[in-house]
């Protein structure tokens, strides 16, 4: 399974931090020039950056930009393997980066109701997409809500979204608090339910409780070596003995937790 599960945000004016980030077990690690970044550091993080990303690292990099004046100068760098861009509401808005960075792995982050609207036509917009995502923090603000379960609408659409557009399930939204790490885990249970893989973390502690939320339990891989073993009778559908009925879609759903599973292997 080579989707990453776990997508590192780590601040661009602290390059300690963003070289502590790429041996920390992330799959992917998100260099910040947005919102972790002060306004008096921006200069600072983009040419910490520019410098950082000079080499190639063993982990791919991204970067969320702060404006789109940044990505002429990130572009070129052998360092950076896709661009997270914040606060798109529009297709046009994905046309004007990818012109800007031609070639390079787009991740649309739908941080408005106007974003959540069109999803799709983000998702879609250019060949360059490879994946979008929420902004949680901005969409409760814009949406004017507190309780987090007034997302799940937005959740879902942008899971169909992705799906509609054959992009990968989106990755959730950072959970803010790393000290709560039993409030991240029933996110994340939750987020899994939704149809997220995987999600974006703030701290390298938040990491393994990602990991064991979207991995599946050995209860999950009895039973879907199972219904695979079943379905290599050549029987065609049938049911199992504990009453579930095994089908094409069963049979799919099954190999993508033993792949998951491999991943621990």
Same mark, same amino acid.
């Given at each position: 399974?080579?989707?990453?599960? #776990?997508?590192?945000?780590?601040?661009?004016?602290?390059?300690?931090?963003?070289?502590?980030?790429?041996?920390?077990?992330?799959?992917?690690?998100?260099?910040?020039?947005?919102?972790?970044?002060?306004?008096?550091?921006?200069?600072?993080?983009?040419?910490? #950056?520019?410098?950082?990303?000079?080499?190639?690292?063993?982990v791919p990099v991204h970067v969320?930009?702060?404006?789109?004046?940044d990505i002429p100068t990130l572009?070129?760098?052998?360092?950076?393997?896709?661009?997270?861009?914040?606060?798109?509401?529009?297709?046009?808005?994905?046309?004007?980066?990818? &012109?800007?960075?031609?070639?390079?792995?787009?991740?649309?982050?739908?941080?408005?109701?106007?974003?959540? &609207?069109?999803?799709?036509?983000?998702? #879609?917009?250019?060949?360059?997409?490879?994946?979008?995502?929420?902004? &949680?923090?901005?969409?409760?603000?814009?949406?004017?809500?507190?309780?987090?379960?007034?997302?799940?609408?937005?959740?879902?659409?942008?899971?169909?979204?992705?799906?509609?557009?054959?992009?990968?399930?989106?990755?959730?939204?950072?959970?803010?608090?790393?000290?709560?790490?039993?409030a991240l885990a029933a996110g994340?249970?939750?987020?899994?339910?939704?149809?997220?893989?995987?999600?974006?973390?703030?701290?390298?502690?938040?990491?393994?409780?990602?990991?064991?939320?979207?991995?599946? #339990?050995?209860?999950?891989?009895?039973?879907?070596? &199972?219904?695979?073993?079943?379905?290599?009778?050549?029987?065609?559908?049938?049911?199992?003995?504990?009453?579930?009925?095994?089908?094409?879609?069963?049979?799919?759903?099954?190999?993508?937790?033993?792949?998951?599973?491999?991943?621990?292997?």
């Amino acid at each position: 399974m080579s989707l990453p599960l #776990t997508w590192l945000y780590a601040p661009g004016d602290r390059p300690e931090v963003v070289r502590k980030a790429l041996v920390s077990g992330a799959d992917v690690v998100i260099v910040d020039l947005e919102d972790a970044v002060a306004p008096d550091r921006k200069a600072y993080a983009l040419d910490a #950056t520019v410098d950082l990303l000079s080499d190639s690292h063993p982990v791919p990099v991204h970067v969320r930009v702060h404006t789109p004046h940044d990505i002429p100068t990130l572009a070129p760098l052998p360092g950076l393997h896709g661009l997270r861009v914040p606060k798109v509401t529009h297709p046009t808005d994905i046309h004007r980066i990818a &012109e800007l960075a031609p070639g390079l792995p787009l991740y649309p982050l739908l941080e408005s109701a106007l974003a959540v &609207e069109h999803a799709y036509a983000l998702a #879609t917009a250019h060949p360059a997409v490879r994946g979008i995502a929420l902004g &949680e923090a901005d969409l409760r603000a814009d949406l004017g809500v507190r309780d987090d379960s007034a997302l799940d609408w937005a959740r879902g659409r942008v899971v169909v979204a992705a799906r509609a557009a054959a992009l990968p399930p989106p990755a959730q939204s950072v959970h803010p608090d790393i000290g709560d790490l039993e409030a991240l885990a029933a996110g994340c249970a939750r987020g899994r339910t939704l149809g997220f893989f995987g999600r974006a973390a703030i701290h390298p502690r938040q990491l393994p409780v990602i990991e064991r939320a979207y991995l599946p #339990t050995p209860e999950e891989v009895d039973a879907a070596r &199972e219904v695979v073993a079943a379905a290599g009778s050549g029987a065609g559908a049938q049911a199992l003995p504990d009453g579930r009925f095994v089908d094409a879609a069963v049979v799919a759903g099954a190999h993508r937790v033993l792949a998951l599973a491999a991943r621990t292997a």
